[in-house]
Nanobody
Framework: QVQLVESGGGLVQPGESLKLSCAASGLMGNSITTMGWYRQAPGKQRELVASITAGGMTNYVDSVKGRFTISRDNAKNTLYLQMNSLKPEDTAVYYC??????????WGTGTQVTVSS
């Protein structure tokens, strides 16, 4: 079986930082291409927060630019999201997605990030 295993979510106060991790378990070789983080806040549409290609090209939604950094370790098939200067508006369920060549994309089950005093 192949699955995405997320970790790092939790409850933090405004201004603090969190680092999310998403590891693709199972033997996948070099099949994973673009990976990304999505989030779903209560009452809002799911949005793409950040993405990164296999070659390291990144993209961010405007609201997190300068605060979040997406990175990946291709050898470990692991995706990271460093979140700094967190705001209450960042509160959401964060989902990891991994695109694969010739196969369906994978989604994680989601990890809760809550920013509150």
């Amino acid at each position: 079986q192949v699955q995405l295993v997320e970790s790092g979510g939790g409850l933090v106060q405004p201004g603090e930082s969190l680092k999310l991790s998403c590891a693709a378990s199972g033997l996948m070789g070099n099949s994973i291409t673009t990976m990304g983080w999505y989030r779903q806040a209560p009452g809002k549409q799911r949005e793409l927060v950040a993405s990164i290609t296999a070659g390291g090209m990144t993209n961010y939604v405007d609201s997190v630019k300068g605060r979040f950094t997406i990175s990946r370790d291709n050898a470990k098939n692991t995706l990271y999201l460093q979140m700094n200067s967190l705001k209450p508006e960042d509160t959401a369920v964060y989902y990891c997605k991994a695109d694969r060549t010739w196969r369906a994309s994978l989604w994680g089950t989601g990890t809760q990030v809550t920013v509150s005093s």
